[in-house]
């Protein structure tokens, strides 16, 4: 069986990917480009419109390009809304969220109309007839990815008034700390040397287990494990982002990269309150400043949402007037979306569409400032980094993605001086890790 993944949205998004390609791949699967797969799979995100519509455009742009393809949906939009999908060309199954981790189960074991009846061939010989041997493991460099991207928790319990996500994920809901050990001992085992570690609100990890424990715990867990890897943390909300937290990054010279994800989504508290964010911006003020005071060198990434429903003139300014000033290192600027079913879907006093526009304009601006004041900061200090694609590009443990000379394969651990700022970061490879 020739098969290809597209993937929409989030890391956990990534995650569950990743986790769908080494079914398959043990089961005889072959990757190959879409345009050439007997079944293309498209793992969706909902958190907009604009998500929705990339996930319809690229099911009329596989069938287009490949007529015979089979095509299986998956994922929040899947979830909300299976109706939308199931009309579309080719789509021969839409699964939801609460059944995607036995997809490759379901589609190897059961007639889904994969050209196969009930009575057909053997789950090996239905997924065996192409180059690929039988149970194949995964390594670095499938699907492109050079780090390892490990859901440990799905779900969520909070209710900010403009997300869908609970009510597309579900709950929360945890791995138990001795998986993830394991999972994450088979990961480094197959070759990677970076693990990011996602969830759809990682922070709550652990809440739901019995006996309940808390993403420290895990965080000093796989500190604790013998694994030669590197962990990276993806995005966290405020309010969980601890000290302790911190204080393990800070302390573990290198095991958990320097490097933070913290939405704050808007620097108006009369908005924040408005969007169920439990939290103020003077609170989130102090988070990073914190982290900037322990950590010089970490990056510090944001969410912001314009246009949310009444936001004022007043309101976005005091986005202009906050984040130049913050350490923050790297914005990623969202337009509000309604998302039919929220609480935000159903206030009044809509901003205008040119007006969320022109505000997303501004803020990329200021976030375009912040990552050339945060690169040029770096520049003249060494960086342990992993490279990936060919070789010629590096990531920093600090997120800066670094372009150096050819001659060293993917995933390779170097240390990297950080030289220019053109339309790339440059730097010269000055060693290995043990030259740190």
């Known amino acids: ?3 290809s993944i597209i993937t929409f949205g989030c890391r956990v998004n990534q995650a569950d990917s990743l986790r769908i390609d080494e079914d398959l791949r043990a089961r005889g699967g072959v990757d190959v480009p879409s345009a050439d797969a007997d079944l293309v799979i498209v ?4 958190v907009t419109s604009t998500a929705d519509q990339g996930a319809r455009q690229a099911i009329r742009r596989v069938v287009r390009d490949n007529p015979s393809a089979q ?18 060309p080719n789509v021969v199954r839409v699964i939801r969220n609460e059944e995607k981790e036995r997809l490759v189960e379901t589609i190897a074991d059961a007639a889904v109309r994969l050209r196969f009846g009930s009575s ?3 789950t090996r010989e239905r997924f065996g007839d192409g180059d690929g041997a039988c149970g194949a493991p995964i390594e670095p460099g499938v699907a492109g990815r050079t780090a390892f991207t490990l859901r440990v928790q799905t779900g969520c319990e909070e209710r900010c008034a403009y997300c869908i996500i609970p009510w597309t994920r579900g709950g929360g809901r945890s791995v138990r700390m001795s998986e993830v050990v394991r999972d994450v001992e088979r990961i480094a085992a197959a070759g990677f040397k970076e693990i990011v570690l996602t969830g759809v609100h990682l922070g709550s990890y652990g809440r739901d287990l019995t006996p309940a424990v808390s993403l420290i715990d895990l965080l000093r867990a796989l500190d604790r494990s013998n694994v030669d890897v590197q962990y990276r943390i993806s995005s966290l909300e405020p309010m969980d982002c601890t000290t302790e937290i911190v204080d393990l990054v800070a302390a573990s010279r290198g095991r958990f990269a320097p490097h933070f994800h913290l939405p704050l989504q808007h620097a108006s508290d009369r908005v924040l309150a408005a969007m169920r964010r439990p939290y103020t911006l003077d609170y989130y003020r102090n988070l990073v400043n914190g982290i900037a005071e322990k950590l010089p060198h970490a990056s510090i990434g ?8 009444d936001e004022s003139v007043e309101d976005f300014e005091a986005n202009l007037e906050y984040l130049p000033q913050s350490p923050l290192s790297h914005l990623h600027v969202f337009p509000y979306s309604d998302r039919p079913g929220t609480e935000a879907a159903s206030m009044g006093n809509r901003v ?7 505000r997303a304009a501004r803020l990329r601006e200021i976030g375009a400032k912040l990552a050339r004041r945060f690169k040029e900061r770096q520049l003249g200090t060494i960086r342990p980094a992993l490279t990936l694609e060919d070789g010629t590009l590096a990531v920093t443990d ?4 670094v372009r ?33």
Not at 71 to 88: K, N, S, W
Not at 302 to 309: A, E
Not at 410 to 425: G, K, T
């Open 1 to 3: 069986m020739r098969y």
């Open 43 to 46: 793992n969706t995100c909902s």
């Open 71 to 88: 095509v299986i949906v998956t994922g929040c939009y899947a979830t909300r809304r299976p109706d939308e999908l199931q009309a579309l």
């Open 120 to 122: 057909g061939p053997t």
């Open 302 to 309: 944001s969410d912001m949402i314009v246009g949310f429903p």
């Open 352 to 358: 205008p569409g040119p007006v969320v526009r022109e």
């Open 398 to 401: 600090n997120y800066l993605k």
């Open 404 to 436: 150096i000379g050819p001659g060293m394969p993917r995933n390779e651990r170097v240390v990297i001086r950080l030289d220019s700022v053109q339309d790339a970061m440059c730097g010269v490879v000055v060693g290995d890790k043990r030259n740190l």
